[in-house]
């Protein structure tokens, strides 16, 4: 087995205990703690965090950060290749993205779930890490549409996103809290 291999093999086992051991475990990715990163507005950061169902008592990750989208994507294809070789673990699942640019440019948000959003609404009640002055548009994917909230904790003036906003108008750099639900529902 060459280095490669088995470096690639050590990151997913380690990714099974942890999703921010899989990144470390990675030589050839760059990771920043989300808020260890200065602001998100500095340069661009592609960062992936976890939202957990609507009602969870469990406490989100910190979202993990990277220099580029392609690490990024390979951290979430690490853990979507972990989760769907263990019979007891969810499958990790894309729920969206946000962007610090419109038109979906600029630093990305992705965050994940999971599951799909088929019968489940996921949420993320509070963001940091620069997020929380830093969002201009949003997109769902895997049957989710999502709600962009002004307040923590799911509050205050709202826009829903079917399943794309390149803008968010009036809630421009001042999204708090996120809500991904199925897919003909709205907040």
Excluded at 43 to 60: F, K, M, N, R, W
Excluded at 149 to 172: D, F, Q, R, V, W
């Amino acid at each position: 087995m060459n280095l490669s291999v088995t470096m690639t093999a050590i990151a997913l086992v380690a990714g099974a205990l942890s999703p921010v051991s899989l990144a470390h475990a990675a030589p050839s990715v760059s990771v920043q703690s989300a808020t260890a990163s200065a602001s998100v507005s500095e340069g661009e950061t592609h960062c992936v965090g976890e939202a957990l169902p609507i009602g969870s008592t469990e406490t989100a990750p910190e979202p993990v950060c990277f220099d580029t989208t392609e690490e990024a994507s390979a951290y979430i294809d690490g853990l979507t290749q972990v989760t769907s070789r263990s019979a007891t673990a969810a499958s990790s699942v894309v729920l969206g993205t946000v962007y610090s640019d419109a038109s979906y440019g600029g630093s990305t948000y992705t965050l994940f779930g999971s599951g799909t959003c088929s019968g489940v609404t996921f949420g993320f009640p509070s963001l940091s890490g620069g997020w929380d002055s830093s969002i201009s548009s949003a997109k769902a994917a895997s049957g989710c549409w999502v709600t962009l909230y002004k307040a923590t904790s799911y509050g205050g003036e709202k826009i829903n996103c079917m399943p794309g906003c390149p803008t968010i108008s009036t809630l421009n750099d001042q999204v708090r809290s996120i809500v991904f639900r199925p897919q003909g529902t709205v907040g």
